[in-house]
Each structure stands twice: as structure tokens, then as C-alpha cells.
């Protein structure tokens, strides 16, 4: 993994106070990762420490000494709760290849009036590509049937 690996904050209780105690925040931080990795409990903390210290130093903020409650979710989380293959959370390889138009059609070119939707399709990951992906998909089914 990155000496310096790039992550993403997310503070949902900003817009959404039902997300955290009464004078407290929600914090979320994501890590991409390349899927089969090694995951143990050293390499998470070791991680974490890395991105929450950048964090503070960008924010000139203390997080570390209020954090009340932490949980992490990686590799051999995804494995073991969604069987997904080398604990990728995307299901497929985060590669250019396999990115944008070059995803899995929605429409089957071998087998009739079968359609795929998700985030394994056209538009890609996430719950809004998702949610993209059924509408296109049921557009198709719409047109061609």
C-alpha cells in the first residue's frame, strides 16, 4: 500500500445531525485500495494514523484526541461479509480497462432479453451510478420489448 495513500473525509453530521451524538461529529474516511491486500489490525491503525495525521495538519484541526468511537471496514471485511472476490469493495479491478463505456454493457450480447444492472455496469460504483444503471436498464427493456 501507499506510504501516502489517498483518502476521502466525509463529515455527514454537518448535514445531518441524526448522525452523531448531541456536540459531536460523524467522521468517515475512506481509503481506496487495490483488492487483495494484506489486511491485519496493525496495517488499519497504521493507516489510519497516516491519513488522520494529514487530516489534522490540513485542517490545523485535533481529530485523534476526540475520537470517541472508531470502526474500520477493509479487505477481509468485504470477503467475509459480501464473499466479494480479494475483498475488492467495487467487485471489479479499479483499472482504467474497466472503467466508463468500457464496464459490462447493460444489455447481454449472448443470451436474449437478459439485462444487467448495478454497479458492475454502465455508469460504475456508487449507490447514485446504481441507481442510474436500473433506470438505463429499464429503458432498454422498455425498447426493446
Known amino acids: 500500500m501507499a506510504e501516502d495513500p ?22 468517515f474516511f475512506l481509503i481506496p485500495l487495490a483488492p487483495g491486500l494484506e489486511d491485519t489490525p496493525e496495517l488499519r491503525e497504521k493507516y489510519f ?21 472508531k470502526e474500520s471496514f477493509c479487505v477481509n471485511d468485504f470477503k467475509s461479509e459480501y464473499n466479494s472476490y480479494k475483498g475488492n469493495a467495487y ?5 482504467l480497462l474497466q472503467t466508463a463505456f468500457l464496464r459490462p454493457n447493460l444489455k447481454s450480447k449472448k443470451v436474449k432479453n437478459l ?7 454502465v455508469p460504475g460504483p ?18 426493446y420489448s
Open 49 to 69: 494514523n497516516i491519513i488522520i495525521e494529514r487530516f489534522e495538519e490540513r485542517t490545523q484541526q485535533n481529530v485523534t484526541n476526540h475520537i470517541i468511537f
Open 91 to 95: 467487485g471489479m479491478a479499479n483499472t
Open 126 to 143: 456508487g449507490v447514485p451510478p446504481s441507481l442510474i444503471s436500473g433506470k438505463l436498464a429499464a429503458d432498454l427493456i422498455k425498447k
Open 115 to 121: 439485462y444487467f444492472t448495478g454497479q458492475l455496469t
Open 6 to 27: 489517498l483518502f476521502y473525509a466525509n463529515f455527514t453530521s454537518v448535514t445531518d445531525s441524526s448522525t452523531a451524538p448531541d456536540g459531536c461529529e460523524n467522521g
